[in-house]
């Protein structure tokens, strides 16, 4: 079984920074894949970031592409994403998701709100 645990949301102004956590544990996680999504009131979730866990290699919406770092700490089992120069458009709640062995496993979500 898998956990995952979101951290770091808040209030900030627009062109501020955040930086989400998420905390893993539970199985072993060399072949998963890491997310974020986000859902904004009223509409879909949508895709944001991934990172293999293995490799490292990562892929952003376009959205938020120059602006969001996604990256992991291997020994932590944990993901972040560095949220910088934030907009108001990117209100949301974010969640994070590990897929293994095609299997989603979420977490409960951070609320992320900027203020224009």
């Known amino acids: 079984q898998v956990q995952l645990v979101e951290s770091g949301g808040g209030l900030v102004q627009a062109g501020g920074s955040l930086r989400l956590s998420c905390a893993a544990s539970?199985?072993?996680?060399?072949?998963?894949?890491m997310y974020w999504f986000r859902q904004a009131q009223g509409k879909e979730r949508e895709f944001v970031a991934s990172i293999t866990w293995s490799g490292g290699t990562t892929s952003y919406a376009d959205a938020v592409k120059d602006r969001f770092t996604i990256s992991k700490d291997n020994a932590k089992k944990t993901v972040y994403l560095q949220m910088n120069s934030l907009k108001a458009e990117d209100t949301a709640v974010y969640y994070c998701?590990?897929?293994?062995?095609?299997?989603?496993?979420w977490g409960q979500g951070t609320q992320v709100t900027v203020s224009s």
């Open positions: 539970g199985r072993t996680f060399s072949t998963a894949f």
């Open positions: 998701k590990l897929r293994l062995a095609a299997i989603d496993y």
